[in-house]
């Protein structure tokens, strides 16, 4: 048995429905089921996707909801004023909303991308251009575009899962691996750099361990196992009492 089986053999066993996560997306089903998804959760995967789409869909009603206090608060004063000014105005006003939401910049298309799962352009007039939203034929194409859960992944790639549109945190890249890591499971994954290939997961905090885990402890361990720095790995989980003495034991021999 290898270095990170036997870690996974003693580990903490978290079922993905006790997280809290589970819970955030079970309560937003009928929000994502206006964007025509089943929600299905089989593994914690399924559960990082939902999560991106979830984010997104907050930044999406904010912005839309936002417009709707905008008409109200300025009824009486749009008549007067021209396109331009109009729009001015609502960027201003989405500009506090948009600092705090998830987002990254797409390369490819030039464009700060706050909905993940629709396109750059419709991005760009979210967040710069909203009345052109509101012809019908591009309430239309928005209310039409199909989405599921891979949606976002399959139009930006697996680069949105290093983004704060997840729970995910980059503890660890070289320029073979990537490791993310999640705390609610305890466990870190091991993903190929290349073909964005899972190689595995690793939980980093036995059945007898209730301590806090720092992220700087994690980075640590990642690096650890990626280097084959097995020994220091256990001697550090040992320390920060992520495992007990009893596990500590079962697994050193190998590698001292």
């Known amino acids: 048995m290898g270095f990170i089986e036997s870690l996974n053999k003693f580990g903490k066993k978290i079922p993905v429905h006790k997280t809290e996560l589970y819970a955030k997306i079970e309560e937003a089903k009928l929000a994502l089921s206006a964007r025509g998804l089943d929600v299905k959760i089989k593994d914690e995967f399924d559960l990082f996707a939902y999560e991106i789409i979830y984010n997104g869909l907050l930044t999406q009603n904010g912005i839309e909801n936002t417009y709707e206090v905008f008409l109200n608060q300025h009824y009486d004063l749009l008549d007067y004023l021209n396109y331009d000014e109009k729009q001015k105005m609502f960027n201003n006003d989405i500009a506090p909303l948009l600092k705090d939401r998830p987002h990254f910049y797409d390369e490819a298309s030039q464009t700060e991308i706050y909905i993940p ?50 729970s995910l945190e980059n503890v660890y890249e070289d320029q073979r691996h990537l490791c993310l890591y999640f705390e609610p499971l305890k466990t870190i994954y091991i993903y190929k750099k290349d073909s ?22 994690v980075k640590t361990i990642a690096y650890d196992i990626e280097n084959y720095l097995y020994q220091d790995c256990l001697n550090l989980m040992k320390e920060k009492q992520l495992i007990c003495l009893k596990t500590y034991q079962k697994i050193v021999k190998k590698y001292q």
């Not at 979210?126 to 194409?141: A, C, F, G, M, S």
């Not at 575009?145 to 697996?158: A, I, Q, R």
């Not at 290939?197 to 700087?216: A, P, Y």
């Open 196 to 217: 964005k290939e899972l190689l595995n997961k690793v939980i980093i905090q036995d059945e007898k361990s209730d301590e806090k885990i720092e992220l700087d402890t």
């Open 117 to 166: 799962y629709l396109e750059p352009f419709v991005n760009q007039r979210y967040t710069k251009d909203y009345q052109i939203l509101l012809l019908k034929q591009h309430r239309e194409y928005i209310k039409n575009f199909l989405v599921n859960k891979d949606t976002p992944e399959k139009m930006y790639g697996s680069r949105i899962f290093r983004t704060k549109f997840t």
